[in-house]
């Protein structure tokens, strides 16, 4: 059997050629686009790593305002050593003077009158007791208290106080008398009892010295008229009047008479 050959005419031989070569170049223009595509991609990716990088926006700091904290200033006092003793005040006296005795009588120059300060409202008369005694007189007296059992031996001839020519000063003899007014015809004086005048013969002539008792005693008060027996210019005395005042001044003591 013979084979039959198919002729194709020419022409249509050289379409097919044409049809084969729009093939391949329809396929060489898609994979050319292909490898463009690919190939700005890359471009881009590393036109993208490689150029610089805008710079970053630049961020205006706020003006930071600085608060400065002062610390506390912590003064230390200089400790000052203060004397702080406090003296307490002392009470205040009231000082009420109260008229305790106030007679008037008669003497003469053999005589003597005797007042007895617990008749006045004071058994006992203290250190400190303060006394203002007045003696008005026609005649000079002596004024003087002691105490009140001595008071009472005063007719001795031992106890008659009095004057020597050699002194000016009485002469006490066994006497020991405080509140003293001498020669008294108008006289004031104001006494502390504990204060006394102390006269003792060295030899040569009298000293006068201030003692301070601190004893408590019973006291009576006498005004003498005797003293001007031991003088002659008083012999023709005739009796004559006083006047005695013993006004209490102050000190410890109040006068009262529950005793």
């Known amino acids: 059997m013979t084979a039959s050959v198919q ?19 329809h396929m060489i223009g898609n994979k050319s686009l292909m490898w463009i595509g690919v190939c700005l ?10 150029s610089p990088s805008a710079p970053a926006p630049i961020q205006t700091q706020a003006p930071t305002t600085v608060i400065q904290t002062i610390p506390p200033t912590t003064v230390e006092a200089t400790p000052v050593l203060v004397n702080t003793t406090i003296e307490t005040p002392k009470p205040t006296e009231t000082i009420v003077e ?5 007679d008037t009588g008669t003497l003469t120059t053999e005589s003597y ?5 617990k008749e006045m409202g004071f058994k ?3 250190p400190g007791d303060k006394f203002r005694i007045t003696i008005k007189a ?21 106890l008659i106080p009095h004057y020597e020519t050699y002194s000016t000063k009485v002469q006490w003899g066994l006497i020991d008398p405080s509140f003293i007014l001498e020669k008294a015809t108008n006289s004031t ?28 005693h019973p006291l009576t008060y006498v005004v003498d008229g005797r003293w001007m027996s031991y003088d002659p210019v008083y012999d023709n005395v005739l009796p004559f009047t006083y006047e005695i005042t013993i006004t209490k001044t102050g000190g410890p003591t109040k006068q009262s008479f529950n005793f």
């Open 7 to 25: 002729k194709f005419p020419h022409n249509s031989l050289g379409t097919v050629n044409r049809l084969k070569k729009k093939g391949v170049v």
């Open 41 to 50: 991609t890359v471009t881009l990716f590393i036109a993208g790593c490689t």
């Open 98 to 102: 109260k008229e305790i005795l106030h």
């Open 113 to 117: 009158k005797t007042y007895d300060f």
């Open 124 to 126: 006992f008369v203290y």
């Open 138 to 158: 026609e005649k000079p007296v002596l004024g003087y208290a002691l105490n009140t059992e001595q008071a009472s031996q005063l007719q001795g001839l031992g």
């Open 189 to 216: 004086e104001e006494f502390i009892y504990g204060d006394y005048v102390d006269y003792r013969y060295d030899g040569v002539r009298y000293v006068e010295t201030i003692k301070t008792k601190g004893e408590v």
